[in-house]
């Protein structure tokens, strides 16, 4: 079982920077696959980054390429999401994710129900 607690939202304005922080706990995080989704009022829940345990490889949305950075702490059992340049449009409630399986192919990385375990969440508001 994996527990998964976000933290590091909170209100700036468009242009600011945000880090967000899932620390993770269990003794096998270092081999799950780590993801961030976002969910705005009335919308879906959307993919937003993913990093990998092989290799560290990295995965974003289109729409904050550039912008975001992924990264994880295997020694922490931590995953950050730097986010740079933010905009109105990102606001929403962030979440941390975990995929604990290493077959996983990344057409799939983009989809929640890849996922096994979620945090609760942390709220992100960008103020124009």
């Known amino acids: 079982q994996v527990q998964l607690v976000e933290s590091g939202g909170g209100l700036v304005l468009a242009g600011g920077t945000l880090r967000l922080s899932c620390a993770a706990s269990g003794r096998t995080f270092s081999t799950y696959g780590m993801g961030w989704f976002r969910q705005a009022p009335g919308k879906e829940r959307d993919f937003v980054a993913r990093?990998?345990?092989?290799?560290?490889?990295?995965y974003y949305a289109d729409s904050v390429k550039g912008r975001f950075t992924i990264s994880r702490d295997t020694a922490k059992n931590t995953v950050y999401l730097q986010m740079n340049s933010l905009k109105p449009e990102d606001t929403a409630v962030y979440y941390c994710?975990?995929?604990?399986?290493?077959?996983?192919?990344?057409?799939?990385?983009?989809?929640?129900?890849?996922?096994?375990?979620w945090g609760q969440g942390t709220q992100v508001t960008v103020s124009s």
């Open positions: 990093i990998n345990t092989i290799g560290g490889s990295t």
């Open positions: 994710a975990a995929d604990a399986d290493l077959r996983t192919q990344p057409g799939a990385y983009y989809m929640p129900l890849t996922y096994d375990y």
